[in-house]
T-cell receptor
Framework: NAGVTQTPKFQVLKTGQSMTLQCAQDMNHEYMSWYRQDPGMGLRLIHYSVGAGITDQGEVPNGYNVSRSTTEDFPLRLLSAAPSQTSVYFC?????????????FGDGTRLSIL | QQQVKQSPQSLIVQKGGISIINCAYENTAFDYFPWYQQFPGKGPALLIAIRPDVSEKKEGRFTISFNKSAKQFSLHIMDSQPGDSATYFCAASRGGETSGSRLTFGEGTQLTVNP
């Protein structure tokens, strides 16, 4: 099993460009989420999903869209990239919708916006 | 609004020493307190977790101490090894909440264990 797979691993964008960060899981987990990691700020939740067709906003959702058409995939879309979105993005899953169990993280996408 | 505060930001210890990382939380409804370990270039991975009905949990060299009245919890790494060098995150959540309960993470502590 691959677990949580994120692509691409690295990306450089220009301000105003759009792109999609991919996240795929093969563990049949109900819950999927996106975090961004910035120095000194820990991990902040962007969006999450409790199942196919169901998404909701996290702590820092502005500038990002998500959708979940299948259990396996949860892409994150940057609509018009801004330098403030330069960050490391992590996708995380867990088996059920409840938080009192392990979250499984991918290895991240390192995104730079020029 | 940072609901979980973590300290120190960075920590350097000698091999064989004890590493201690502290976290404080605000929301008294939190009922699940995990610690995650992250190596460079990798995503965080669950290290150990505790619920507020116990004051301490130990797994090998790693121990969580929990003080409900002070709203604080800490990670102790005994006999610290160079391989423990990583970033550590505390987190908290209301685990029993219905669909979509979320983890709130601390700011992270970069631990370096010198040989």
């Amino acid at each position: 099993n691959a677990g949580v797979t994120q692509t691409p691993k690295f990306q450089v964008l220009k301000t105003g460009q759009s792109m999609t960060l991919q996240c795929a899981q093969d563990m049949n987990h109900e819950y999927m989420s996106w975090y961004r990691q910035d120095p000194g700020m820990g991990l902040r939740l962007i969006h999450y999903s409790v199942g196919a067709g169901i998404t909701d906003q996290g702590e820092v959702p502005n500038g990002y869209n998500v959708s979940r058409s299948t259990t396996e995939d949860f892409p994150l879309r940057l609509l018009s990239a801004a330098p403030s979105q330069t960050s490391v993005y992590f996708c995380a899953t867990r088996r059920t919708v409840y938080s009192n169990q392990p979250q499984h993280f991918g290895d991240g996408t390192r995104l730079s916006i020029l | 609004q940072q609901q979980v505060k973590q300290s120190p930001q960075s920590l350097i210890v000698q091999k064989g020493g004890i590493s201690i990382i502290n976290c404080a939380y605000e929301n008294t409804a939190f009922d699940y307190f995990p610690w995650y370990q992250q190596f460079p270039g990798k995503g965080p991975a669950l290290l150990i977790a505790i619920r507020p009905d116990v004051s301490e949990k130990k797994e090998g060299r790693f121990t969580i101490s929990f003080n409900k009245s002070a709203k604080q919890f800490s990670l102790h790494i005994m006999d610290s090894q160079p391989g423990d060098s990583a970033t550590y995150f505390c987190a908290a959540s209301r685990g029993g909440e219905t669909s979509g309960s979320r983890l709130t993470f601390g700011e992270g502590t970069q631990l370096t264990v010198n040989p």
